[in-house]
């Protein structure tokens, strides 16, 4: 960690000074979501607890409904950019429509709209695996009234600024505001994130492969022989190369970033467009590697330059290390 304590409030305030229009508005929607992380930190860090004391749907023992957690971070997000009054707009992988913010701040109205997936990976809460939060800002098309769906189903090239929360054995916020990304660490004993991690940038030459190897029989074969290739055996190549897969996208990417290796959800025959979602998953994600000089595709084409045509549009979802890609790319192109 740097010697000059700096929090994630600090750092933006800075950041937007570069900007000279920048009205401050970015900086209070951005600390509005590190806040409702906090909390969300509160209630993942007592899950194991609440789960001996009541699953979903029942009461604790303050006689309190204990709700799932991806409700609950749901809810807790959708609460703080409410509130905080810069956001006119939320589409989130829980809710089957965008949520309009109504009574945001009545003298100008909310530039921003949010995308978020608010808690990836629940399956892995009952392990005790990390799991995380994933959102994306846009500046809102129209300009007056409601914001309205199209607001939201932008290409994500055009996104203002994008970030994850991993709840890990510490938790801890990336976030790129379109000039690199830089990651902050929750100190718990003064309860901000300070920023630990400056200027993330992701090797070139990454040594990982993520993806579920139980879908291989049904990968396209380009996809499949890239997995081969990393397999294979050649010591000067550095190869075979190492799998690691939690299931957990903001885990797997997370280590990938700050480790240099390859994230794949590819198409298989039961998911022609792969599981993952473009809007709330995928270009968060490439917007974040790209910006740490990594890449992200759909096997043809730029994550970043498909423009949604759904709120829940799936993506077949490829994104790492800029060599790695080069190596899947080539595969792809031969083998198809
Ligand atoms: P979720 O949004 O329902 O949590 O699903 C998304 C998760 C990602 O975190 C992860 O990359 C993927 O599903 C894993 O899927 P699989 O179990 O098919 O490998
Ligand atoms: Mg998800």
Redo the contacts with the bound molecule.
Sequence with gaps: MSHRLVTLNQFIVEQQKDFPCSEGRLTRLLSDIGAAAKVITREVRKAGLVDILGADGSTNIQGEEVQKLDVYANKTLISFLKNGGECAAIAS?EDDDIVVVENAYEYTSPKYVVTM?PL????NIDVNASIGTIFSIYSRISRQGKANVDDVLQKGSEQVAAGYVIYGSSTMLVLTTGNGVNGFTLDPSIGEFCLSHPDIKMRADGKIFSV?EQNYHSFNPGVKKFIDYCKEVDETAGRPYSARYI???VA?FHRNLLKGGIFM?PSTQKAPSG??RLVYECNPMAFIAEQAGGRATNGTVRIMDIKPTELHQRVPFAVGSENMMDQLQTHLSAWG
Aim: glycine share 14%; proline share 0%.
């Design positions: 992988e997936d990836d990976g629940s399956s579920n299931g957990s996208l797997d959800y599981k993952l």
